[in-house]
């Protein structure tokens, strides 16, 4: 058996849309998988993208503009997965194509307005929840959600709302979680009452539980690319 680090990078590609390809659900079909190049290099997205590979999620926004700009003649989806800051929102939607990781009414605003001066209107989010109120984490608690859902859907025409995005507590994963976790089912339940109703679940470590609870896309960066530069 080969581990993951001796597979190439078309090998562990195809072995995650297989994995997601197993667990698609009747009625929903398969999730989609976003391939999380942050921290890698171009020459890797280029062997990705050349695979059929069309979606991409960076977190910084001065990496996601240097490859974008690099690679503006290739049809990639670039999703922004960051921790955003108020003074690099104009970067992030110039070249992002949608931002999960909306998490403020203010931020929402920034976004909406930078879309309408970029001529890149209804753009597509998606709120981030901080799905184990943690301290380290981005985000909002759930409970945060449907409020902020509610204003950004009266104020905001500039955005449209493709659901939820999570990051769980690590203690969530494969390894340690036999079934569905009871709160990757509330995430589901939630998301499913948002904009679209999709749900940005799912990474390298707890791809399985995610997709079993019904994730629309995964957000997979190691189990594709290998380790990251730091
Ligand atoms: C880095 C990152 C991922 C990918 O994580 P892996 O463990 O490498 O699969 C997914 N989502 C977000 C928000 C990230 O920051």
């Given at each position: ?40 290099p171009?020459?890797k ?13 960076e ?8 490859k ?21 929102i104009r970067?992030?939607v ?28 209804p ?5 981030e929840?901080?799905?184990?109120n943690?301290?380290s ?22 955005l ?8 769980p507590?690590?203690s ?41 609870a019904g994730?629309?896309m995964?957000?997979?960066?190691t ?7 730091s």
């Open positions: 058996m080969q581990t993951p680090q001796e597979m190439t990078l078309a090998q562990r590609h195809s072995k995650i849309l297989q994995k997601i390809q197993s667990h698609a659900k009747a009625g929903r079909g398969a999730a989609e998988l976003i391939a999380v190049s942050k921290l890698q171009i020459e997205i280029v062997e990705v993208h050349a695979l059929g590979q069309k979606k991409f999620g977190n910084y926004a001065q990496e996601l503009s240097e974008a700009e690099i690679l503006k003649d290739k049809d990639i989806y670039w999703v922004f997965i960051g921790h955003i800051q108020s003074n690099k970067k992030i110039t070249w992002a194509h949608e931002i999960q990781t909306v998490a403020s009414f203010s931020h929402a605003q920034q976004i909406a307005r930078h879309a309408r001066e970029l001529g890149k209107i753009f597509p989010i998606m709120l929840v901080n799905a184990g943690e301290a984490k981005s985000g909002i608690p759930m409970s945060a959600i449907r409020p902020l859902a509610a204003q950004i859907a009266s104020d905001l025409p500039e449209q709302i493709r659901g939820l995005m999570a990051i507590p690590e969530y994963n494969d390894a340690a979680c036999q079934s569905t976790p009871p709160l990757y089912q509330d995430l589901r339940s939630l998301a499913s009452e948002l904009g679209l109703g999709l749900l940005s679940l799912g990474m390298s470590s707890d791809l399985a539980i995610a997709l079993e994730s629309d995964v957000r997979i960066g189990a594709v690319f290998g380790s990251r530069n």
